[in-house]
């Protein structure tokens, strides 16, 4: 992207929540925060200080399959950058007086989630479609699980899992011959291999019905969760895209029209499609009135059932292809997205063109659609969750 105003050096690696073993839970996360404690070379806060000198920004993010760190900064200023990064990520101090009171930031980031109660709806929904598996367990862990850490258990997962092929470094933007050495000089170059093989492990769903009671919950919620193709499986999880685009995306989607516009039972009405290498999921979340949840059920219901007797119109295909593949170009403008796209990709072994996700959409007609993805989405396929407004939770 020569004539993008700024670079991307974004590093991933297999180190995401999914990676942790028994009593590492929410270790990847606790271990993004250390990061920037801090290194052999750099003191805490000089990483940040210097990337702002040479007029760039930072940031980071912990993930269900992995955790990737990035700066975005002028080209002439990359390789200086690429080098601070580096050091930053794969040499990390994890000095014992920066654990306990990084610790403590955690500690309250875990208090304050906990204290949202539209996220502890989620997470009891995922909590109980995946159970037994790292996607139903929140990434931030929990505070017994961090009060039982230490910086001996954090340098070993790091020894773990920041090595050899769990790595990636991908480039946006202008692209300068002297980034191009430094890359190869660089510590990547000295990764050792690993002795331990990410495996993946399939996503266990449970469906069921459920109801809880909520403190402070506004409204009542209906949520559905149904299990999707793994993010390797490129051309279904285009297909689920377009799926929950149809159902539930936009006022003439058949979800969105039919409660809120035609019933006026939903105050609103959201289905997305998360991408993961274990198992991709479709979350449905309905927020209503609580005397106002049985409609919506049944209305829910009556919607994904005449998905295999309803035929699909062309212009609702042509609007679900449409708002897909125009988010996926839309995505192809920005040096953070493409360098995303290009790593998350490289690192989980299916590198290949970034148009490749809009020639898969071109396969979807409106028969496959009815034979190869209506019926995963069926209700009694999914883990149903009512949460209510309440005094207490059950």
Known sequence: MPDAPLTCLDLWCQAGSSAEQCQEEGMAHFLEHMVFK??????AGAFDRQIEALGGSSNAATGFDDVHFHVMIPPEQAPRALQLLLELVLHPALTTDDFGLEREV???????????PDERV???LLSRGCPDHAYGRPILGAADQLLAMTPEAMKSFHRRRYRGHHCCLAVAGP???????????????????TGEIT???ALNHRSGRHEIRVPRLESARYLMLWPMA??????????????TSL???????RMVERLREQLKIAETVDMDLTALEQGSLVTLEVCCMENQLPAVEEAVNEQLRRLESDPVEPWELERALRLVGNSLRFALESTGQVAAMAASQTLWGRQQSLLKPLQQLERWTADELRREMFPRLQPEKACTLIARPGSKQE
């Open 199 to 201: 495996t993946t492990t």
């Open 122 to 124: 989620i997470q009891n």
């Open 175 to 193: 692209i300068q011959a002297s980034l191009r050495r430094s890359i190869v000089e660089s510590a990547l170059a000295d990764l050792p291999a």
């Open 106 to 116: 955690v500690l309250e980031e875990i208090a304050q989630y906990a204290d949202q």
């Open 38 to 43: 801090g290194s052999q070379e750099l003191p």
């Open 230 to 243: 793994a993010a390797k499986q490129l051309s279904m999880v285009m297909g689920a895209d377009l799926l």
């Open 247 to 253: 159902l539930g995306e936009g006022r003439r989607s």
